[in-house]
């Protein structure tokens, strides 16, 4: 991975930080929700998980529903700040093209290889993914945040939002029929969007068993808005206004984005595995809720970050820190060990004792899972005390 290494007082400064440094909230929110993201990838037990630490089945929403969109509202807040004080200093956006095509292919690639370590077989090489959505919906929304003005941005995302529901609701599946008339309005398998991840790859190649991907193809579209709402924000709390004001702005939005979320979801039902526009609404609206309060506290109110410390330690160094969660987690599920005459993945061995001494299930599950977080947490710890950044 290529790497920036830079002491914290030489990174790019925030201009919208109440403090006119970098925006603690900013680090602190992206680094809760990538510890709960590894959190809730690495449960101990699939069988025993406590309901709000597991993806809903298909409609409906959990907390681990909530983390990757609200990931992806805090890269829309980054491009901003990011872009912004660049194009103000008078940098052409021309020279920052290459950098924001450099960086989307190198995270795309980086799904691709963390998605099949450590056997890397072809045929069962899946190209959708986490990094792979992230690596898609950071190169839309930084070439709009580029070329376009805020009242694109506004209408990219409306249209977006609107013509999923339309693609869903009224594109007949082939072989199937129309939605509502001949199968059920977002059946998991009579969908357009399950249909065309079907259509472009094999069984193997997609992750529910062939019925389809929730980081699928179709499904980007409505994860840009997920983004651009960031921009949005980033846009707002970047103006000249009062830090009170920025801080009203963003509660406000949050309050908007939720309820038209939830009044929208009787037709559009709330569903992460398609990633439906009115999930993308409540999600946003609910990370924006945590942004604004993690500004008032951090950035407002001043409070120092080190009350924060383990959420920053993640926050500065983010996609590290799920790369190496990804690397871990399939090295421990590929080394098998015999012990007693059972062979078992050296993951199973580590979970047994939480297992066995722990009565709970669901608890000795999420022990391990916190457990797990802990171990990721020690090397970017020793990344952050050396002032070590990792970027890609």
């Known amino acids: 991975m290529p790497v920036l290494l830079q002491p914290e007082s030489q990174t790019a400064a925030h201009p919208a930080a ?13 680094g809760l ?17 406590w309901a709000i630490l597991e993806h809903a089945p298909w409609n409906g929403f959990t907390l681990a529903d909530f983390v990757f969109p609200a990931f992806l509202l805090m890269v829309g807040v980054s491009i901003q700040l990011s872009l912004g004080s660049r194009v103000a200093k008078g940098v052409p956006p021309g020279t920052l093209l290459l950098p924001i095509l450099r960086r989307a292919a190198l995270i795309f690639t980086f799904g691709v290889l963390i998605g099949g370590f450590p056997f890397y077989h072809l045929h069962t090489l899946r190209l959708y993914g986490v990094l792979q ?12 945040t580029l070329y376009t003005r805020t009242r694109t941005l506004v209408a990219v995302s409306v249209a977006l939002l609107a013509g999923y529901w339309a693609l869903l609701r009224f594109t007949p599946v082939p072989g199937l ?7 059920p309005f977002l059946d998991p398998f009579a969908n357009i969007v399950s249909w065309t991840d079907r259509a472009l790859f094999s069984a193997p190649h997609l992750y529910h068993h062939g019925v389809y991907d929730p ?4 499904g ?3 994860s840009i808005v997920s983004t651009l709402i960031g921009v949005l924000a980033g846009k707002w709390i970047a103006t000249d206004r009062t830090p009170l004001s920025k801080l009203k702005g963003i509660a406000a939005g949050a309050a908007g984005c939720i309820a038209l979320g939830l009044l929208w979801s009787p037709w559009f039902p709330i ?12 999600a946003a609206g609910l990370a924006l809720t945590l942004f604004a309060l993690c500004f008032a506290l951090f950035d407002l109110r001043g409070w120092r970050k080190n009350r ?13 820190a799920y790369i190496l969660s990804e690397l871990l987690a399939a090295a421990l599920g590929a080394i098998h060990l015999t012990v007693g005459g059972h062979v078992s993945s050296l993951r199973a061995l580590l979970y047994q004792p939480f297992q066995s001494m722990i009565p709970n299930p669901e608890l000795g599950s999420f022990l391990y899972a916190l457990t797990f977080v802990g171990i990721c947490f020690i090397p970017m710890w020793l990344l952050y005390r050396r002032r070590i950044f990792i970027k890609v």
């Open 18 to 30: 109440a403090s006119g440094g970098r925006l603690a909230s900013l680090d602190i929110l992206r």
């Open 308 to 320: 924060a410390w383990p959420a920053l330690v993640f926050g500065t160094n983010a996609l590290a």
């Open 220 to 222: 980007t579209l409505p």
């Open 271 to 282: 569903n992460k595995r398609l990633w439906t526009s009115s999930y993308v609404l409540l």
């Open 33 to 49: 929700t990538v510890a709960t993201m590894i959190l809730v990838n690495n449960n101990g037990s699939s069988a025993h998980t």
């Open 215 to 218: 980081c699928g193809l179709l």
């Open 133 to 144: 959505r992230i690596a898609l919906c950071f190169l839309a929304s930084s070439l709009l």
């Open 177 to 183: 029929g129309v939605p509502v008339r001949d199968v």
